[in-house]
């Protein structure tokens, strides 16, 4: 186990590429699992979304990214890359949501207007560009492409499942568009 975080923590830091991931369909099981649990239950306890939307939000985010992703690594010729393209993406996905959930608890436990609370946000803002960085790392390695071509692919793709989930969100939770 402790390999395997490793592993992602590596991927994280852009040392190692997909291609160093295993090809077993256990460990992408366990890794998708744990990506679905800490989902589910950061948007259930700490933005107390209702069940309907974060069950569909997340189908669909899952969704969209293996369509998008596939549909790329097909075109490329190297669909074979898949499994690990996605068990390293979700991988560096637990981690990074290791880092944030607890930025996620204490900005939301401290007033709006204090120090901490910027900080807190400032530092959900580098966790995300970190993000935006490794699955643009992972799609620059897994596609054969440049470095920006990654970083754009992967840019374009959360910008998409934001767009996506802000949609499902106000579908979902009528509501949710007058606390903005």
């Known amino acids: 186990m402790n390999a395997i975080i490793q592993l992602y923590w590596q991927i994280c830091r852009m040392r190692v590429g997909p291609d160093q991931v295993p090809t077993a369909i256990t460990l992408t099981m366990f890794t998708f699992l744990t990506y679905l649990a800490l989902s589910v239950g950061a948007r259930l306890l700490i933005a107390e979304m209702p069940l309907d939307y974060t069950a569909v939000s997340i189908a669909a985010i899952v969704g969209l990214w293996v369509i998008l992703v596939y549909g790329v690594l097909a075109f490329k010729g190297v669909a074979s890359r898949f499994q ?10 637990v981690i990074l949501t290791c880092f944030s959930l607890p930025l996620v608890i204490l900005v939301g436990n401290v007033p709006e207007n204090s120090p901490i609370a910027s900080l807190g946000a400032i530092l959900m803002l580098v966790i995300f560009i970190w993000d935006v960085l490794i699955k643009g790392f992972i799609f620059h390695h897994a596609f054969n492409v440049s470095p920006l071509q990654g970083n754009l692919f992967s840019f374009m793709l959360n910008f998409l499942i934001l767009r996506m989930d802000q949609a499902l969100l106000l579908h979902f939770v009528p509501e949710a568009l007058e606390k903005v």
């Open 84 to 93: 690990q393209t996605f068990t390293a993406a979700i991988g560096t996905d």
